[in-house]
Structures are given as structure tokens and as C-alpha cells.
């Protein structure tokens, strides 16, 4: 499992990172065998939210009862969770007073007395950046949160929150996958007229400003064909892919999961794969992902199956 250390900290982390937003139904040996299975392939990161779960902080208090770390087994995971969503509007709430509040929830469903990484989910529209930096302030001085970062944030969202924040943005969390790369596609086809593929739906240049401002970009979805409607593992929407998917997969010796997860692996950004399933034998397999060695040339034949244009 390839590592990078989290620019900005001193969290050393696997590039794919286990996904718990859907265990709110799984067994206690269900749960234990899938973290268990993770860690068999080096991944030693989870990542939670206060929403994940039919009620609020469900999937974080589900890991905690299952697991039942001890705290020398909890110094080996790095625990990563989000606040900022008010599922019942639903709206965002970035005040003091919620992030506080949801910290605290979840420090107490997870049973820990630390959150290592802490990200703000979606970007609200009512944000003032000086609660923020008043609550990251708060929590940091309390040793409850290590490290704070953003989910599905533009960059100038990013920079407003770093005019009145002191802690580092650490990461980002973005939807990206094969098929749903913006993020990327965009770049390689900017300022192309007419080409729906150059249109700027970011706030301009994401994945740059990541990597000249050191935040990790974390992909969530990483199979989604696009927005939460199926994966393209497989599905016969997307036969070329999967046609060249499945050779290389052959080439390589590993399942076709693991070219899924080597395409972003591969991008120097050094970014991380957020994987979202529950079953220990496709964990397995992305994993094997990590650190496939796919060429250049094999990882524009991926993003051109996948339909993106490169001129």
C-alpha cells in the first residue's frame, strides 16, 4: 500500500481510505470483518460523517460498538469525520456553535477522545469564515481535532475560509471517478469553443489549486458513473472501458477494481481513493490499485474509452 504523508501534519496515510457511510445495517462481525479486511491491505484510515446512518452520527457510533478499539489499536487508525449538514432542512450550518456541537457528537459515537482530520462537508452559503476559524481554533486548543480540510469545495471557497483560518486546509474531498472527471477533463480541453468538456463547473482549476496550496484531494465515488447513478464496472453503458478496463486488469494480474482505482492513483497530485463499498473481496481488490504502475499512454486510453475528448 502506497503512503504519503498529509502535507501540513504529521498523518502518515494509505492513498485508499475506507468508506463508512453504509454500515448503519451491518452486523458487528460484518463491520469488524470489513475493517479487518482493509487493514489486511494496508489501509489504516476511515472516514465517517455525522450524517452517514439513518439517524444522526449512526455509522460512526455503529464503528465504535463493533470495533471496540483499544487504545493502542485506536493510535493505528487514522479517524477522519465531517460536520455541516442539517439533514432535516436540509441546509449547511457552519456556526460556531454546530461545528462545535457536531465534533462533539461524533467524538462521543466514535468513543475517541480525538478526531485526527475534521472536514467542513458541503460549502454553505451562509458561511462567515470567522466561525469557522473560531471553532477550528477551539477544537484544535482542546486536542479534540488534529487536522481540518473541506468537502466538495471550489477554490475560492478554500481561500476565503484560509483568509481567517490558521490551521491548514489539509484536503478536499471531490467526487472524481473515470467517468466523472471533470476536475480533470476540464483542464485537458481549456478554452476549446463549443466543447462541452472545457466548460468550468469548479470555480476554476480545483485540482491545481490543490496541489499549489498542498491539499490533498480525496475522491469519493471513485466507480460512480456519475452522480450516484451506478458504477461502470461492468456495465454495458460503457463497453469500450470496460473493454480496456478488463484488458489491462488481465495484463496486470489484478481485478478490474484495481485499474479503476490505479487511474487516480496515478495522477502525481497524490491524491487518495475514498472507497464507498462494503464488501471485503472489493476492498481487496481496489486496494491492489494503490500503486499499479499504468503508463501514460495506458491512462489517456482510459480517460479517452471513458469518453473525454483529448484534442
Not at 481510505?17 to 448503519?24: C, P, T
Not at 489501509?43 to 455525522?50: E, G, L, Y
Not at 463547473?201 to 458513473?225: C, E, K, M, N, Y
Not at 489517456?300 to 474509452?305: D, G, P
Amino acid at each position: 500500500m502506497k503512503t504519503l504523508t498529509l502535507p501540513g501534519t504529521d498523518i502518515t496515510a494509505p492513498n485508499v481510505v475506507l468508506g463508512l457511510m453504509r454500515i448503519a445495517d451491518k452486523s458487528d462481525d460484518e463491520i469488524r470483518t470489513l475493517v479487518h479486511t482493509a487493514r489486511d491491505a494496508g489501509i489504516d484510515f476511515v472516514d465517517h460523517a455525522d450524517i452517514y446512518g439513518r439517524t444522526l452520527h449512526e455509522c460512526e457510533r455503529r464503528f465504535a460498538e463493533a470495533m471496540r478499539l483499544t487504545p493502542a489499536e485506536r493510535d493505528a487508525v487514522t479517524v477522519q469525520t465531517k460536520v455541516g449538514i442539517v439533514p432535516e432542512g436540509p441546509y449547511f450550518d457552519y456556526s460556531h456553535e454546530h461545528i462545535v456541537e457536531s465534533a462533539e457528537g461524533s467524538l462521543r459515537a466514535l468513543d475517541t477522545d480525538r478526531i485526527d482530520i475534521l472536514l467542513l462537508h458541503r460549502p454553505d452559503a451562509l458561511v462567515e469564515p470567522e466561525e469557522v476559524a473560531r471553532a477550528f481554533d477551539e477544537l484544535e486548543a482542546a486536542g479534540k481535532v488534529r487536522a481540518f480540510g473541506v468537502s466538495n469545495h471550489t477554490p475560492r471557497q478554500i481561500d476565503l475560509l484560509r483568509r481567517y483560518v490558521r490551521q491548514p486546509i489539509v484536503v478536499n474531498q471531490l467526487q472524481l471517478s473515470i467517468t466523472h472527471a471533470p476536475i480533470i477533463a476540464q483542464g485537458v480541453a481549456a478554452n476549446m469553443l463549443g466543447e462541452p468538456q472545457s466548460a468550468t463547473l469548479d470555480g476554476g482549476g480545483v485540482l491545481d489549486h490543490a496541489r499549489l496550496h498542498d491539499i490533498t484531494v480525496q475522491a469519493w465515488s471513485p466507480f460512480q458513473a456519475g452522480f450516484f447513478n451506478g458504477v461502470f464496472l461492468g456495465s454495458p453503458e460503457y463497453p469500450e472501458l470496460n473493454a480496456v478496463i478488463d484488458r489491462l486488469a488481465g495484463k496486470y494480474g489484478v481485478p478490474p477494481i484495481a485499474v479503476a482505482t490505479a487511474w487516480i492513483t496515478r495522477h502525481p497530485a497524490r491524491m487518495q481513493v475514498v472507497l464507498g463499498t462494503t464488501t471485503p473481496d472489493r476492498v481487496t481488490g481496489a486496494a491492489q490499485g494503490s500503486d499499479l504502475p499504468l503508463t501514460r499512454p495506458e491512462w489517456y486510453e482510459l480517460f479517452r474509452a471513458a469518453g473525454h475528448r483529448v484534442p
